[in-house]
């Protein structure tokens, strides 16, 4: 017979079920070594609105009770066992909530633990009132946790492809583009800086390729000498040069039946040029050294962080070679660019990380969020990801410590409304100042468009300039930008 009795509301107004959680799983409290008096308050008012609460007087059992699973919130002394029962406690696989007591005075050492991770540090004696609020917010922060896994599970395929990630309108689109030319022969060109992952994504359309179970093979035209280069890629005859003592097979026979990765193709060599272009016309390559034609079945997949267009302007980099790999082209955002992007792939990243070196995943606090969210990550994903390596490492209590991420990230300046982060120039480079203003050309627009709510004529208007003139700035920098609700999506 279902009970009459309305199920009693926790915090904001949400239903608190009447089998003894937030959610439909059977999670619970647990209380460890809590005086008499706590543990008669947590009991009884959690009794009272059906939540199940079970008590262990020993930290060892405690320990062996949370092994077990299901309970989703942990009180305890922040100084049970010198602090080393919590550390156990959130190494966990499935770590509870921790929500930690301490007696006045020793409450300025305890407040370090929430820091690490804790939910909540009251003072004892605790107020009845006081506990009970707590507990039901921790209850509802793993329900909403738990809810966001199974979201993030379920969104897995479409927002992912492979080890990238990312919910970003346009990486979703490029996701999409990429997992549509996969499967066939057609050359791909990636670009974007350095460690936005255009390595990443040359294997995941090689793995999602009718030659997934061919090589895959990653050659990267920056690392070596135009003279080495050429003996690389296309192999040599024995004799064809000073110490060539036997024959050299290529990457391009290696990559026979597969597909080949050119990384940094921006930096070849005039002469390496055209024996790309022969090849991609008709798939033949002569060695270094020998006059003999040879053929490969293989698909290229070209990467570069250099604005390649600017490079045909300026006659260092073959028109109609790059006529003939800029087939598909792939743009790949900086981090910088898809700032939404940020904590989803830190949760990606620290999975990963955890369990390359065998730990829980920890917990991101807000405190560490704050940081890593102003950041404005010049080394991209990559950096990223050496920083949450790092402090992952480093960090206890189940949680990514502030004070573990690097100096850089706590001096960064909070992003506002008209901050754009300056490039980081290397002086033994050269830039294209048409290139490095197309990021702050870019944010000006998309921040118009949104001012403007879509209104493309407004958005003019807002700038200063006539309609055609940001039609062609859009389409050059590739935004499609918000539409304009009143115009039927249209973005007048």
């Known amino acids: 017979m279902r009970d009459p009795r309305p199920a009693p509301e926790g915090l904001n107004g949400e239903t608190l079920l009447a089998n003894g959680s937030l959610n439909t799983s059977p999670e619970r409290v647990l209380l460890v070594a809590q005086d008499e008096e706590t543990e ?43 602090g080393g029962f919590l550390d156990r406690a959130m190494d966990l696989p499935d770590p509870p909530i921790p929500v930690l007591t301490a007696a006045m005075g020793s409450m300025r050492e305890a407040a370090d633990a929430v820091d690490h991770g804790a939910f909540a540090l009251l003072p004892k004696p605790v107020l009845a009132e006081e506990i009970l609020l707590v507990l039901r917010r921790a209850l509802k922060q793993r329900q909403l946790e738990e809810e966001n896994r199974a979201l993030r599970r379920r969104l897995a395929l479409e927002n992912s492809l492979d080890q990238m990630v990312g919910r970003a309108d346009h990486m979703v689109e490029l996701f999409r583009l990429a997992q549509t030319v996969a499967p066939t022969r057609a050359t791909v060109l990636i670009s974007g800086e350095s460690g936005t992952g255009k390595t990443l994504m040359a294997r995941a359309i090689h793995r999602r390729s009718d030659r997934a179970d061919k090589a895959f093979v990653v050659v990267s035209c920056g690392s070596l000498p135009e003279s080495l280069l050429e003996s690389e890629l296309f192999g040599h005859v024995r004799g064809a040069f000073t110490g060539a003592h036997r024959d050299k097979i290529g990457r391009f026979e290696q990559a026979h039946g597969g597909t080949l990765f050119l990384d940094e193709v921006g930096t070849a060599s005039p002469t390496l040029q055209i024996k790309l272009l022969r090849f991609l016309q008709d798939r033949t390559f002569e060695k270094v050294g020998d006059t003999r034609t040879h053929t490969a079945d293989v698909r290229l997949v070209l990467a570069t962080n250099s604005n390649l267009e600017d490079l045909v302007e300026r006659g260092r980099f ?82 990514i410590q502030a004070r573990y991420l690097p100096e850089a990230l706590a001096s960064s300046p909070q992003p506002t409304g008209n901050h754009i982060p300056l490039p980081e120039l290397k002086a033994d480079q050269k830039y294209s100042l048409k290139k490095l203003l197309e990021e702050p050309e870019r944010r000006i627009l998309l921040a118009a468009l949104k001012t403007c709510q879509g209104n493309r004529n407004r958005a003019a208007r807002l700038l200063g300039i006539n309609r055609a003139t940001l039609f062609s700035k859009l389409r050059r920098l590739g935004i499609k930008g918000p539409r304009s609700p009143e115009n039927g999506g249209r973005g007048n």
């Open 318 to 399: 073959r028109k109609d070679l790059y006529y003939r790999i800029n087939v598909i082209h792939l743009a790949l955002p900086a981090l910088r660019e898809r700032p939404n992007d940020i904590l989803l792939l830190t949760r990606h990243l620290l999975q990963r990380a955890a369990r390359t070196h065998g730990r829980p995943v920890p917990r991101v606090p807000r405190t560490a969020a704050r940081r890593l969210l102003s950041y404005h990550w010049p080394g991209n994903v990559r950096e990223l990801e050496n920083v949450l390596e790092r402090a992952l490492l480093l960090s206890q209590h189940g949680a």
């Open 40 to 82: 008669r308050i947590v009991v009884t008012g959690l009794d009272q609105v059906g939540i199940p609460v079970e008590s262990c007087p020993r930290s060892r059992e405690a320990l062996q009770r949370l092994r077990r699973g299901d309970i989703a919130v942990l009180v305890c002394d922040a100084d049970l066992d010198g």
